[in-house]
């Protein structure tokens, strides 16, 4: 039995393959998955229902599986026309500091704009997308898989 917080087979062989700087999407809800990816990366799509799993729920599962070296968030353009629902952070990035402080990891946020996002995840070190039914705002999380040699 593993022993790990983190069951999922098809993710738990995506993370093994993966390399430090390996990038590793947590997508929300409203996330355009299917298009917005990397060439290589592979898509699981965990939506059960609504808001079932979260965004916050995958990220605190691959923390205690695997090690984190920067977390970006989408950050809020200011001239999308969504931006006005979310006058400050999003109350999600709050949860995830939080995750962050339990887990015993450095990282902060880092915000990418929306646009910007995108391409991150273009790149070819995409190596995964988790599709979650999160329906908070502002929630999708770029990981890069750190290095399990040092600290």
Same mark, same amino acid.
């Given at each position: 039995m593993l022993n790990t917080p983190l069951l999922h087979p098809d993710i738990?062989?995506?993370l093994a393959q993966a390399g430090h700087h390996s990038k590793?999407?947590? #997508?929300?809800?409203?996330?355009?998955?299917?298009?917005?990816r990397g060439h290589r990366a592979e898509l699981i799509s965990l939506?059960?229902?609504?808001?079932?799993?979260?965004?916050?729920q995958v990220l605190a599962?691959?923390?205690g599986t695997v090690r984190i070296d920067e977390v970006?968030?989408?950050?809020?353009?200011?001239?999308?026309?969504? #931006?006005? #629902?979310?006058p400050g952070d999003p109350p999600v990035w709050n949860e995830y500091r939080q995750i962050l402080k339990a887990a015993n990891?450095?990282?902060?946020?880092?915000?990418?704009?929306?646009?910007d996002f995108y391409q991150a995840?273009?790149?070819?070190?995409?190596?995964?997308?988790?599709?979650? #039914?999160?329906q908070q705002p502002w929630a999708n999380l770029l990981l890069s898989v750190g290095c399990r040699t040092f600290g």
């Open positions: 738990l062989r995506i590793v999407l947590i #997508a929300d809800g409203n996330y355009p998955a299917s298009n917005k939506q059960l229902s609504p808001g079932v799993p979260t965004v916050a599962a691959i923390l970006h968030t989408m950050g809020i353009d200011r001239s999308d026309s969504y #931006a006005a #629902a979310t990891s450095v990282c902060e946020l880092q915000p990418i704009l929306k646009w995840v273009a790149s070819d070190d995409h190596v995964l997308t988790i599709q979650t #039914a999160d």
